[in-house]
């Protein structure tokens, strides 16, 4: 069977003729591209199938993944929570260090951090600005749309393919 792209080259070589006759569709040119079209037909709709196919399977798997993604989630949580029980029980027993056949368990002070409770107002030497700038698309759309030119910026028409 022939891939789309020849039957394009068909087509269009069938077009040729047909200009080439004074624009005159002839019964056998006729012929041609009724059998083209059904061709052409039959391999549109089996690649627009297999797009749907392949858009529902990046769904399940976009499904999936947050599926997983909470899964983690909640098993990172479960870490922390008996990490922060084992913490609790060998401080209470004051062990520093447990020796186990998977390797030493050892509780250690970390670093002191800074915890800024709600509400506090800053003195302005605690303050850091950041500032972040960024393309305002929707000007440089406007700009360009009216006839302004804006250098490295064009407007680009795109085309999607909507399967119904």
Do not use: W
């Amino acid at each position: 069977m022939a891939t789309l792209y020849e039957l394009t080259g068909h087509y269009a070589s069938i077009m040729e003729e047909i200009e080439a006759n004074g624009g005159e569709l002839t019964p056998d040119a006729e012929q041609k591209l009724d059998a083209i079209r059904t061709r052409l037909d039959r391999k549109v709709e089996s690649i627009a199938k297999m797009i749907l196919t392949l858009e529902g399977q990046a769904d399940v798997r976009a499904l999936e993944s947050e599926r997983l993604s909470k899964a983690a989630e909640a098993s990172r949580k479960g870490a922390e929570r008996l990490r922060q029980y084992l913490i609790r029980c060998l401080d209470s027993l004051q062990l520093k260090r447990v020796q186990t056949e998977i390797g030493e368990v050892m509780v250690r002070e970390n670093p002191p951090r800074v915890s800024i409770h709600p509400g506090t107002t800053l003195d302005s030497r605690f303050l850091r600005i950041r500032t972040t700038t960024e393309p305002n698309k929707d000007a440089i759309r406007e700009a360009l749309a009216k006839g302004e030119v804006i250098k490295g910026c064009s407007l680009v028409r795109s085309k999607q393919l909507e399967i119904r």
